[in-house]
């Protein structure tokens, strides 16, 4: 079992910047890739950004790319997402997901929600 716990959402104005963190427990953090995925309200989530387990690799959905920068710590068991220059098209409730794909188990956490006022 893998908990997946975010935080750093909430109301920001257009053009400006959040910093989102999601801590991780119950497994050993450094042995998942980590992505965070964003779901508007009746719609399917979709993929935002990904870390390899190192954090030597990273991959973006075109639509956040040069403003959104996925980050982790291993040793704090923590994935980052600073978005700058936020839209009102970016608000939506954004999910840590974590994969170990050698193992086959993932989990998700419940979401935090990002408002960004025209």
């Known amino acids: 079992q893998m908990r997946l716990v975010e935080s750093g959402g909430g109301l920001v104005q257009a053009g400006g910047s959040l910093l989102l963190s999601c801590v991780a427990s119950g497994r050993t953090f450094s042995i998942h890739d980590m992505a965070w995925y964003r779901q508007f309200p009746g719609k399917e989530r979709e993929f935002v950004a990904t870390?390899?387990?190192?954090?030597?690799?990273?991959s973006y959905a075109d639509s956040v790319k040069g403003r959104f920068t996925i980050s982790r710590d291993n040793a704090k068991s923590m994935v980052y997402l600073q978005m700058n220059n936020l839209k009102p098209k970016d608000a939506a409730t954004y999910s840590c997901?974590?994969?170990?794909?050698?193992?086959?188990?993932?989990?998700w956490g419940q979401g935090t929600r990002v408002i960004v006022a025209s």
């Open positions: 997901h974590a994969t170990d794909p050698i193992n086959d188990f993932d989990s």
């Open positions: 870390i390899s387990r190192t954090g030597d690799s990273t």
